[in-house]
C-alpha cells in the first residue's frame, strides 16, 4: 500500500514547457524595458510635431515615474492572483498607454500615455521575474534570472537604436504602434503556457498602502527630477515637497501596521538578504544611471563626439553587463552558491569608476570604451543575484512584491543618484570655470559653442568641464566600495535543486 505524499513533496521539472514559458516571459520583459529608452532618440523628431520643447524631459519621466509606482502593485497583485492574470493585465494596461500615445495630439497627451505605458511596463518587469520563481528550483533560478538581466541590458542598448532608426525611415507614430502585435502575441502566449491559480477566498486589497507608497516614490522621482534644474533644491517649493514625501512616508507606514495584505510588508525589511539585496542594487542603481548619463555627456561637450555615437558608447557598458550576468547565472546554478559575486564585482565597478574619475580631453575613445565595459561587468552579477536572493529569502506568497522591491530600489537609486550628481557637478563647473568666464553660465555651455572657441580657451574649458565631471565617478567609486562590504552581510541559504509541489 503507497503512502500518503508527504507534505514537502516535489515534482518534476518540465523543461520542455519551462523553455516555452521563459520565452513569452523574456518577450514580455523586453518589450516592458525597451519603453523606456526607445524615445529618447526620436524626441526630437516628436516635439517637432507635437510642440512643447520645454515640456520634453517628461516624456522620459512619466514612465519612469509610473514605472516605479506600478513595480510594488504589480508585484502584490501577482501575488495575490497570480501571475498570469496580472502579467495578462499589465499588457492591457500597457498597450493602452501605446495606443495613446500613437494617437496623441499633443505634448501632453503623450506624456499621459507613456505615464499608463510606464505604470503596465513597471508591473510587466517584475511580475516577469516572479514568474520564473514559481516554474523553476531555486537553483535553477539565477542561471534564468542572468538572462533575464542580459535582456533588460539589451533592451537598454536596443531601445535608442531602434528607436532613432524608426524616426529615419517611418512615421514617429511607429516606435508605439509596433508593441501591439508583439503584445498581443505575448498576451495569448501566456494564456497559453501559464496555469491558472486555483481559486482563492476574496483578498483585501491594500488600497491605503497602494496610495501612501505611490505617493512616497512618486514625490521622490519628481524631486530627483525638478530639484537643481526647475527647482532650486532650496526653494519653499522644493520644500513643500520634501514635507510632503514625508507625511507620505508616515501615512504609508501606518496603514502598512494596520493591513491584512500590505503592498510592501515592513517585515521583509527584518529578512537580512531582502536589506542587503536592495541595498547593494540601491548603490548600483547610482553608478549605473549616472555613468549612462554623464559619459555621453562627456563625449559630446569635451570630446566632440556626435550624439549618436556617444550614445554607442554605452554599448560596451551592456556588453560587459549582459555577459556578467549570463556568467553569474550560469555559475549559480552549477554551484548554488552567488554570496561572493556581488562582493567582487563591486570591486570592479569601483575601479571603474576610480579610473573614470581620472579621464581627461585627451583620453583615448578606446580606453573610455574599455572603462564602460568594466563598468558593465561590475554591475551585471548584481541583478541575478540580487532577485535570486532575495526570491531565495522571502515567503512564498511575497515572492512578487519582493522581487518588485529589487526594480523599485534600483529606479529610485537611479533617480536620486542622477538629481544629487548633477548638482554636485554643476557646483564643479562654478568652482572650475567661474573665473574663466565671469558673467556666464557654464552649465548653459553647448558642444557647438566649446567647439567655436580658440583652442587655448577650449583647452581651459574642456579640462574645467572634465574637472567637475571627476567627484561625480569618485563618489560612486566609494559608493561602490560600500555596497562590497553590505554584500559581504548577506546569508548564503542553499539553493534548492527541486520545486517545491504546488499546495
Known amino acids: 500500500m503507497s503512502s500518503p505524499t508527504p507534505p514537502n513533496a516535489t515534482e518534476p521539472v518540465d523543461w520542455s514547457r519551462i523553455r516555452l514559458v521563459f520565452a513569452a516571459v523574456a518577450v514580455t520583459l523586453f518589450l516592458a524595458s525597451l519603453g523606456q529608452t526607445v524615445v529618447t532618440t526620436a524626441l526630437p523628431i516628436i516635439v517637432g510635431e507635437l510642440g512643447g520643447l520645454d515640456q520634453i524631459t517628461w516624456v522620459i519621466t512619466a514612465y519612469l515615474l509610473a514605472a516605479t509606482v506600478g513595480a510594488p502593485i504589480f508585484g502584490k497583485l501577482g501575488d495575490l492572483f497570480g501571475r498570469k492574470k496580472v502579467l495578462q493585465a499589465g499588457i492591457l494596461v500597457f498597450l493602452t498607454g501605446t495606443t495613446i500615445c500613437a494617437l496623441a495630439p499633443s505634448i501632453w497627451v503623450l506624456v499621459a500615455g507613456r505615464a499608463v505605458q510606464g505604470m503596465g511596463g513597471g508591473g510587466l518587469i517584475v511580475?516577469?521575474?516572479?514568474?520564473?520563481?514559481?516554474?523553476l528550483p531555486p537553483r535553477q533560478r539565477g542561471r534564468f534570472q542572468g538572462i533575464l538581466g542580459s535582456v533588460f541590458g539589451l533592451s537598454t542598448v536596443i531601445g535608442p537604436l531602434a528607436g532613432g532608426?524608426?524616426?529615419?525611415?517611418?512615421?514617429?507614430?511607429?516606435?508605439?504602434?509596433?508593441?501591439?502585435?508583439?503584445g498581443a502575441v505575448v498576451f495569448v502566449l501566456l494564456a497559453v503556457l501559464l496555469e491558472t491559480?486555483?481559486?482563492?477566498?476574496?483578498?483585501?486589497?491594500?488600497?491605503?498602502?497602494?496610495?501612501?507608497l505611490s505617493l512616497v516614490l512618486s514625490l521622490l522621482v519628481v524631486m530627483a527630477s525638478l530639484g537643481g534644474k526647475t527647482l532650486a533644491w532650496d526653494s519653499a517649493e522644493m520644500a513643500f515637497l520634501m514635507l510632503g514625501a514625508v507625511a507620505a512616508l508616515v501615512g504609508f507606514v501606518a496603514a502598512e501596521k494596520h493591513s491584512s495584505e500590505p503592498i510592501l510588508p515592513l517585515g521583509l525589511f527584518g529578512i537580512n538578504n531582502f536589506v542587503v539585496s536592495n541595498s547593494v542594487g540601491f548603490i548600483t542603481g547610482v553608478a549605473m544611471f549616472s555613468t549612462i548619463t554623464f559619459v555621453p555627456f562627456f563625449l559630446q561637450v569635451v570630446k566632440g563626439?556626435?550624439?549618436?555615437?556617444?550614445?554607442?558608447?554605452?554599448?560596451?557598458?551592456?556588453?560587459?553587463?549582459?555577459?556578467?550576468s549570463t556568467l553569474s547565472g550560469q555559475?549559480?546554478?552549477?554551484?548554488?552558491?552567488?554570496?561572493?559575486?556581488?562582493?567582487?564585482?563591486?570591486?570592479?565597478?569601483?575601479?571603474?569608476?576610480?579610473?573614470?574619475?581620472?579621464?581627461?580631453?585627451?583620453?583615448?575613445?578606446?580606453?573610455i570604451g574599455g572603462l564602460m565595459f568594466l563598468a558593465g561587468v561590475g554591475i551585471g552579477?548584481?541583478?541575478?543575484v540580487g532577485?535570486?536572493?532575495i526570491q531565495n529569502s522571502v515567503p512564498a506568497r511575497m515572492v512578487g512584491v519582493g522581487t518588485a522591491s529589487a526594480n523599485m530600489f534600483r529606479l529610485i537609486g537611479g533617480s536620486l543618484g542622477t538629481a544629487a550628481y548633477g548638482a554636485l557637478f554643476a557646483a564643479g563647473l562654478g568652482r572650475h570655470l567661474g573665473t574663466v568666464m565671469p558673467g556666464t553660465d557654464p552649465r548653459a555651455l553647448s558642444a557647438q559653442q566649446i567647439a567655436a572657441m580658440p583652442e587655448a580657451t577650449r583647452e581651459v574649458i574642456s579640462q574645467g568641464i572634465a574637472h567637475a565631471l571627476h567627484p561625480v565617478f569618485w563618489c560612486s567609486a566609494a559608493l561602490a566600495c560600500v555596497a562590497s562590504c553590505i554584500a559581504?552581510?548577506?546569508?548564503?541559504?542553499?539553493?534548492?535543486?527541486?520545486?517545491?509541489?504546488?499546495?
Open 127 to 135: 511580475v516577469s521575474m516572479a514568474t520564473i520563481a514559481d516554474v
Open 165 to 182: 532608426f524608426i524616426v529615419q525611415h517611418f512615421d514617429w507614430t511607429w516606435i508605439f504602434l509596433m508593441n501591439l502585435p508583439i
Open 197 to 212: 491559480p486555483p481559486a482563492r477566498k476574496r483578498a483585501s486589497l491594500d488600497y491605503a498602502g497602494a496610495i501612501g
Open 305 to 324: 563626439v556626435s550624439p549618436a555615437m556617444s550614445g554607442l558608447y554605452t554599448f560596451p557598458m551592456m556588453i560587459g553587463l549582459i555577459g556578467a
Open 331 to 367: 555559475f549559480m546554478s552549477r554551484t548554488g552558491r552567488y554570496r561572493i559575486l556581488p562582493v567582487y564585482s563591486t570591486l570592479v565597478l569601483a575601479l571603474a569608476m576610480v579610473a573614470l574619475g581620472f579621464v581627461g580631453p585627451h583620453t583615448p575613445n578606446p580606453v
Open 381 to 384: 552579477p548584481v541583478m541575478g
Open 387 to 389: 532577485v535570486t536572493a
Open 488 to 503: 559581504l552581510m548577506m546569508v548564503e541559504r542553499p539553493l534548492a535543486d527541486t520545486l517545491p509541489a504546488a499546495e
